[in-house]
């Protein structure tokens, strides 16, 4: 239905903008022969406000039952407590099992042995938008974060490659001792030693033929994968 009414209703706007048919004409031409389907398409939810039946999973902050919404990242439980006045803004991420019940998959940060260089707090791995990134587990007090490490030492000073984004927003790989050490590459490194000639890393490279393959960088040894 949806697709008949969406280039319907696009046929007659094209028809109005070509002056061929008065708008209000348009509309009700449209509208007369869907109006009966257009009742029973109201029951019909949408990818996006599709209705997921209430859950038996009880918010631990406020105790009333949580909702599955639709986030970014898929769907998430979200306490129906947040329209209300104060609001319980309490989300879970969570797990269908196979015979539906709901498990709720703990938010909790990952922790990691490093120390936070600002304060000495623990460090721990979040999820943000664009992925996984190190932060203070002070925050907010303190904000300090970090890229996580690729695995992969710079072949310069042994410092960790991290993930940097260019200004035009271009994914590189840079040495974490920058500015003292300049070492960066454009191609993802791949923490696994050459099997050829014992290189320490390998590089990620792309090309329109070939797509992605795993290469040395050694010239001389040109294995690849
Ligand atoms: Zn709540
Ligand atoms: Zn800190
Ligand atoms: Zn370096
Ligand atoms: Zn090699």
Redesign the pocket.
């Known amino acids: 239905l949806d697709v008949d009414f969406t280039s319907l209703m696009e046929k007659e706007l094209d028809e109005v903008e070509e002056g061929a048919k008065p708008w209000v004409t348009a509309v009700r031409d449209f509208y007369i022969p869907f109006s009966k389907d257009l009742d029973k398409a109201k029951d019909i939810p949408g990818p996006k406000d599709t209705v997921e039946p209430p859950t038996n999973v009880a918010c631990e902050k406020c105790g009333r039952m949580m909702e599955i919404k639709w986030g970014r990242n898929g769907k998430f439980l979200a306490c129906p407590g947040y329209k209300e006045d104060p609001p319980c803004k309490n989300t879970q991420n969570f797990e269908k099992l196979p015979d539906g019940t709901i498990k709720i998959v703990a938010k909790e940060d990952a922790s990691t042995d490093e120390k936070?260089e600002?304060?000495?707090?623990p460090m721990v791995i979040k999820t943000g938008r664009f992925g996984k990134f190190i932060a203070?587990?002070?925050y907010p007090?303190?904000k300090?974060t970090k890229p996580i490490p690729l695995g992969v030492k710079c072949p310069q000073d042994g410092g960790d490659l991290t993930q940097k984004r260019s200004k035009k927003g271009r994914n590189f790989y840079a040495c974490a001792n920058y500015p003292k050490c300049e070492f960066a590459l454009w191609d993802r490194p791949v923490p696994r030693p050459c099997p050829q000639c014992q290189a320490p890393f390998l590089v990620e490279k792309y090309s329109k033929g070939a797509g992605t393959s795993v290469v040395c960088r050694n010239e001389e040894c040109g294995y690849k994968e």
């Open positions: 936070c600002k304060c000495g707090s203070c587990s002070a007090t303190c300090t």
